[in-house]
């Protein structure tokens, strides 16, 4: 993705691989986009790039449900002692 390569050309003797630098810097860069923007990132993704984005999704959403399930779970646990 053209983006994605802008970004690295950008940042990669700024940043170091930590995923904290990284969010930081996706979280800004997403701040400048609205949602027509990033629809028309979507539409120019190939096959490949699109079901790579939608499996992230899908994978980060899930991690975070079981995360968000767990934690519940814990908190429940810790509150019947």
Known sequence: MKL???IFE???N???EDEEDL???TFAVLENFDRKELLE???EMDDHE???FVRLYLLES???KFAQVDENYQYESKNLH
């Open 50 to 52: 699109l079901q790579y």
């Open 4 to 6: 994605v390569d802008e």
């Open 10 to 12: 950008m940042y990669r």
């Open 62 to 64: 899930l991690k975070g």
């Open 41 to 43: 990132l979507i539409e």
């Open 14 to 16: 700024k940043l170091t």
């Open 23 to 25: 969010d930081m810097v």
